[in-house]
């Protein structure tokens, strides 16, 4: 999607209230951290009887005050749970208390068709729409899709029927999990009919064999950071929404190092010191500087590691309070027998069980990672999801809500949390680190919260006009859009040289009626006002104009302005529909 922005400045010279003082943009903020606990007995049955002093909660290994506590058990919360007393004969007793917005369900069903199969992916959806029947009326889904870009199939709803249409849409879209496994299948064939064109002339673990190996794991990798990225935008957009998220993240796996199990071929036919159903492995001892060695495979495969990458995707999601729930689509597969078609190498990888279970744990390693640092479950060998689907919705709805305040705010790090419970035998399950982001990577969140789910929030009490549409060169149609911003609201501080200055910057996104959403476009812009007109401006307003080239339809558009002086962000939805109008002669 493209987004062309016009920009006109201005300092309003009209149209104002009463003149205020001014004010230099002090700011107070607070800065909760909120982690959500699920505690178990030896069995795996939910504890609800805790209560605030029956936990510890550590950040980075110090201590800190628990603020906020809440005790949440199936539509029902409680800040301290109370002693139970018989009911009064006359009366019955008190309905359960019901749960507060902020505390409700937002689910999010996450299919990444870049990595799944389609028949792996079918299955799964099956089993979904049960699950999604039985799901409280006030839980919201939405539904979004990975297809080289993040589409939104349904906005956060519980209309179940909206939910039963979408599902049999996202069955029919086109998949890549497929593609994905037959690249693997030929690089690892390839590998093996170089070494058999080249083994007499260069040796048998010639320097040649690598480079397909080398390739196909850069080109993997660089498909695996494409994914994470999407992930990545989707679970900072949910930072606005309230209460508590779970992303249900369905796929067949992504490797956490690509090309392993290619190089742990390697490690195999050129003496890594594995056990190899290849007939003739080369000796380590005798391999020269120009053979490559099998010591040397798995070092290699660590150069295209991208747990690092998971890792931070992790923490993002839990500095936003999202929970993922990782599912393995492709479930427990039995070996591959061999097929009457293929060639002597197929023959020779299908005998081989170490590239196999590398290849497998490789996919689930991901998975197993994203779950357990942000307090989830990896869904992983089952061709019946159903009961760990039910096992999810029990985490759901059972946990212990604990907030408290670190003593730093937008220090762009990541720190380490630690739940302890003092009662003796209980198993403690909750997110292990989030990122404490900057100022300006929160307005980025809100910015996609606002786009993508139409969360708005106004401090600076920004206003918005949309003007006259116009048909420009091509397809697209001109929207202008103006801002007025109250100038006393904003951080603009005395300079040396006794003029006044400050900074906003702008952030635009837009998503169109079928679901795609464009880039976050910025735009940085100074405030200067001279001494002499600084009273005066402190009654104005500051007006903006820009312009939206957008595609003719339904568009949401999102319009953030951040304050960098008192760190204050606006956040703008509106939706429209663009039309073309006749162009005039």
């Known amino acids: 999607m493209r987004v062309r922005l016009a920009l006109l400045a201005g300092l309003a010279a009209c149209c104002v209230a009463e003149a205020a003082p001014p004010q230099f943009g002090e700011l107070i903020e607070v800065n909760v951290v909120n982690v959500d606990v699920l505690v178990t007995d030896r069995d795996g049955r939910p504890v609800n009887d805790l209560r605030r002093e029956d936990f510890e909660v550590l950040e980075d290994g110090k201590r800190v005050e628990v603020t906020n506590f809440q005790a949440l058990t199936a539509g029902a919360v409680a800040s301290a749970p109370l002693p139970s007393l018989p009911a009064p004969s006359s009366r019955p007793a008190d309905p359960a208390p019901q749960l507060p917005a902020e505390e409700r369900l937002h689910l999010i069903v996450y299919v990444d068709n870049f990595n799944l199969e389609p028949a792996h992916r079918s299955r799964v959806l099956e089993q979904l729409r049960g699950f999604l029947k039985d799901l409280s009326p006030e839980d919201r889904v939405m539904m979004v899709t990975n297809d080289l870009g993040l589409t939104v199939r349904l906005p956060f709803s519980g209309d179940r029927a909206a939910m039963e249409k979408v599902l049999t849409e996202i069955a029919t879209l086109p998949a890549q999990g497929q593609e994905s496994a037959n690249e693997r299948r030929q690089v690892l064939t390839r590998v093996l009919a170089i070494r058999e064109a080249v083994r007499r002339i260069e040796g048998p673990c010639s320097r040649t064999i690598v480079a397909p190996i080398e390739s196909y794991a850069e080109s993997t990798r660089q498909e695996v950071l494409r994914s994470i990225n999407a992930m990545t935008v989707l679970v900072n957009s949910l930072s606005g929404v309230p209460g508590r998220k779970a992303v249900l993240h369905v796929s067949d796996g992504l490797p956490v190092t690509p090309g392993e199990e290619a190089y742990q071929l390697m490690a195999e036919i ?50 936003n309070r999202v929970t993922l729930y990782t599912l393995q689509a492709s479930g ?15 023959v020779m990888l299908a005998q081989l069980p170490n590239i196999h279970s590398v290849a497998a744990t490789n996919l689930q390693n991901s998975l197993t990672l994203l779950a357990s640092e942000t307090g989830g479950r990896a869904i992983l060998n089952a061709n019946d999801v159903t009961a760990d689907l039910h096992r999810m919705q029990k985490d759901l709805e059972s946990y212990y809500s604990i907030g408290y305040t670190p003593l730093h705010s937008g220090d762009g790090r990541e720190h380490r949390i630690e739940v302890r419970v ?79 200055r400050g900074r906003l910057r702008l952030l635009v996104s837009t998503r169109d009626g079928k679901g795609g959403v464009s880039p976050i476009r910025q735009v940085q812009v100074p405030l200067q006002i001279p ?47 663009v039309s073309a109008p006749l162009r005039t002669r």
Not at 332 to 346: F, I, K, R
Not at 441 to 469: C, F, W
């Open 422 to 500: 003092k009662r003796p035998g209980l198993k403690v399950r909750h997110r292990k680190s989030y990122r404490d982001k900057p100022a300006i990577e929160r307005a980025v969140d809100k910015t996609l919260s606002a786009v993508y789910h139409g969360i708005e929030e106004n401090p600076l009490d920004v206003t918005l006009e949309m003007g006259a549409q116009r048909l420009t060169e091509g397809s697209l149609v001109s929207v202008p859009i103006k801002l007025r911003i109250p100038l006393f609201k904003l951080g603009i501080f005395p300079q040396p040289d006794q003029t006044f």
């Open 270 to 319: 050129c003496g890594g010191g594995t056990t190899s159903g290849v007939a003739d492995v080369a000796d380590p001892d005798l391999i020269g500087p120009d053979q490559y060695s099998g010591r040397e495979a798995m070092l290699d495969a660590q150069r295209y590691s991208t747990v690092d990458e998971f890792n931070k995707l992790a923490a993002h999601a839990n500095a």
């Open 332 to 346: 427990l597969a039995a070996p591959a027998g061999a097929s009457a078609v293929w060639d002597q190498n197929e």
């Open 531 to 577: 001494p002499e007109e600084v009273l005066y401006a402190m009654g104005k307003f500051y007006e903006y104009e820009l312009t939206l080239n957008l595609a003719p339809g339904e568009q949401h558009v999102a319009i953030a302005v951040w304050d960098e002086g008192t760190a204050t962000t606006s956040v703008l939805s509106r939706t429209l529909t």
